[in-house]
DNA sequence: CCTTCGTTTCGTAATTTTACGAAATACGAA
DNA sequence: TTCGTATTTCGTAAAATTACGAAACGAAGG
């Protein structure tokens, strides 16, 4: 028997999205995404000031998230926002601030 | 001699917003607030699935993030939120998936 | 003054997050 | 096939988050 949930679909969605945007490379990342098309891994690395096995750990959070997807163009991978995701999460938090 | 700062202020300001936001309950809360002007500690832990410190806990983090503010009315607490601080939030978010 | 009510803080535990460097992986080029 | 480049995964550690019940707290009422 499934046990009642007591957050709404939106209620959840919207504070996952809200967590994969609580750190500020996070933040750093979109924004960059979403002014230029997309973006490499390794030019990321260079701008930001952290270990590039930690930035991958968190492109991989934006990833699970659904924000972001990774293109494999070897021998590179090219990030971009998920578009159709990144239109939920702002529909989501429009709404949540209306 | 200071650090200089990778990160601009939006950026981790909005990233605490974010933060503040990452949890079903507290998205549930800031909903409410945002529907009607205010409630009480009590009346939120006759809702809400959790132990009362809990939610107490909840409240600060809401609190601290300055989303809501507590205005004390003995007995009770009554909760709303914090207007300066959820429009900079709205106008952040609202930028920043423009 | 002592109790009660509403709420928060404390103590604690389990889990998650953040971070790093080393090692592994994937792929094209030599 | 071996090498080099780009990136991720692994192993690990420190810190933060989430959760609970018990105890403490502050104000009003008896």
Redesign the interface.
């Known amino acids: 028997m499934e046990v009642k949930e007591?957050?709404s679909t939106e209620?959840?969605q919207?504070?996952r999205f809200?967590?994969a945007?609580?750190?500020?490379?996070?933040?750093?990342i979109?924004?960059l995404l979403?002014k230029q098309t997309c973006c490499y891994s390794g030019d990321l690395a260079e701008e930001?000031?952290i270990a590039r096995s930690t930035l991958s750990q968190h492109l991989k959070e934006l990833k699970n998230a659904g924000l972001i997807q990774g293109e494999i163009t070897p021998p590179k991978i090219k990030y971009c926002l998920n578009k159709e995701n990144?239109a939920m999460?702002?529909k989501l938090?429009?709404e949540?601030?209306k």
Request: contains cysteine; hydrophobic residues 45%; glycine residues 0%.
């Open positions: 007591f957050y209620e959840k919207l504070a809200a967590k945007l609580s750190h500020p490379v996070r933040i750093y979109c924004d979403s930001v000031p990144w999460a702002q938090f429009t949540f601030f």
